[in-house]
């Protein structure tokens, strides 16, 4: 009897453990909640704490759920659960805002598997605002990473909750002068990537801020910039700067259009081709979707496929290794205007079934078969003629008893043709790639 008890009691035990373990693992720090207590750095815990002051100041409830388990729920879903379930908001309407994001717990590191938006009372009706839809773009990019490891994993939530919360800030007519410290990584870029507007106050598309153009230079590109978004309601941006602060120029580029809200119209469309001094740097990114679909994407994606920016990129930084930025992009300009009017005629994008064909080979092909042909009979007739003896007279050339024809033969050799080629429509079987944040584009490089 003793030694059962003594089995219950060591069981009952193990099923508390059992049940203590998971919950200590939790972490609840204000407006900010994580499954994955690794993911608390110390940036993260700025920004619960930040957090939590603004929601106060803003009478709004701010609040962030990052979650390792939906419980078989879609995001959204268990989003809206925990909203209700916990009673987020503030008075009687639940006024506030979640944002939840999911991560896939890799026991050392974490994946950022998708983050959704949801609101209650008044902040339901800002969720289809065009600041939230610009927040949603800007988290996509950010919220972007697998087998990351605790501690960025956790510095991206700490980037992600920033543009949460000063999104809602400014939605709301609040304060934003207590600055959210983040990794070099994402805040250098977002500090750097937003326009100061007493530079190029009067300029949309060309951002020369590494000072490459002087002023004629640069008012001839911009007019020609807004001739082009005017004509096809897409935008070609220039950007130069002095320094990426040890940002991957592709993220460099894409925060930058993200940040300032680029592109025209209500699907963003654009085209922006960065250009960064120090490490002499190049990158093209491109954008165009639709806010309430976000498989479904514009101008600013399909007009410009791979290829044909592989090519744009080809034909622009000779001149940028040259030092001759002008030139460059007048071209990039001039390309971006023949690809939109192109698309904008025919619905197709400049792609690889355009590439030039090369006449060498053709040409090659023309000239050396025959002449294969006429070596190859040659030869043939050269090696049938190795049993002749030199004869020494005329009489030497006549049988004893005199020539008889016997029989006769036609020996086909060769037939000379002529083609010509006839052109036929074909298929460019190329296309735009997109990454998870939407944007497509280059790897780049340098020049």
């Not at 002095?242 to 654009?270: C, H, I, M, P």
């Not at 049993?387 to 036609?410: C, E, M, R, S, W």
């Amino acid at each position: 009897m003793m030694k059962k008890r003594l089995i219950s009691l060591i069981l009952v035990t193990l099923l508390a453990l059992s049940l203590v373990v998971p919950v200590s693992a939790y972490v609840d720090k204000g407006n900010v909640y994580s499954s994955i207590d690794a993911l608390f750095t110390e940036q993260l815990e700025q920004a619960a704490d930040h957090l939590s002051a603004q929601s106060d100041a803003l009478n709004f409830d701010l609040h962030v759920d990052i979650v390792s388990d939906t419980e078989d729920h879609s995001v959204e879903e268990y989003a809206q659960i925990f909203y209700d379930q916990y009673e987020y908001g503030f008075g009687e309407n639940h006024d506030g805002a979640l944002l939840m994001i999911h991560v896939t717990d890799n026991g050392s590191s974490a994946d950022l598997t998708e983050f959704t938006l949801v609101g209650g009372g008044s902040g339901a009706d800002l969720m289809d605002s065009d600041d939230c839809l610009a927040l949603k773009t800007a988290l996509e990019t950010v919220l972007d990473g697998t087998d990351l490891p605790y501690d960025q994993a956790g510095d991206a939530c700490a980037t992600a909750i920033g543009l949460y919360e000063s999104t809602f800030t400014a939605l709301l007519g609040g304060s934003t002068d207590t600055v959210i410290e983040a990794t070099v990584d994402e805040t250098d870029a977002l500090d750097a990537v937003n326009v100061d507007e007493t530079m190029f106050s009067q300029s949309a598309f060309i951002l020369d801020y590494a000072g490459l153009l002087s002023d004629s230079e640069w008012e001839e590109l911009e007019q020609k910039a807004e001739a082009i978004e005017q004509n096809y309601q897409c935008a070609t941006y220039v950007l130069t700067v002095d320094s990426l602060d040890g940002v991957e120029r592709r993220d460099y580029a894409k925060q930058f259009y993200t940040a300032n809200n680029l592109g025209s119209g209500d699907w963003r469309n654009g085209i922006l081709f960065l250009v960064a001094m120090e490490t002499r740097e190049y990158v093209t990114v491109t954008y165009g979707r639709n806010p309430d679909n976000l498989s479904e994407y514009g101008t600013g994606i399909n007009a410009f496929s791979d290829y044909g920016i592989s090519e744009l990129e080809n034909k622009i930084v000779p001149d940028l290794s040259d030092g001759e930025y002008y030139d460059a992009f007048q071209s990039y300009l001039s390309i971006c205007d023949d690809y939109l009017d192109r698309y904008t005629r025919t619905g197709e994008a400049f792609d690889v079934g355009d590439a030039p064909k090369s006449k060498l080979v053709p040409a090659l092909i023309t000239i050396l078969v025959p002449l294969l042909i006429a070596f190859v009979v040659c030869f043939i007739f050269l090696s049938q003629m190795h049993t002749a003896k030199a004869a020494t007279q005329a009489d030497d050339y006549i049988p004893k008893d005199g020539f008889n024809l016997t029989h006769q033969v036609d020996q086909y050799t060769h037939t000379t043709e002529t083609r010509r080629t006839i052109e036929r429509d074909h298929s460019s079987g190329g296309g735009s790639s997109v990454d998870s944040g939407g944007f497509g584009g280059s790897s780049g490089g340098h020049f």
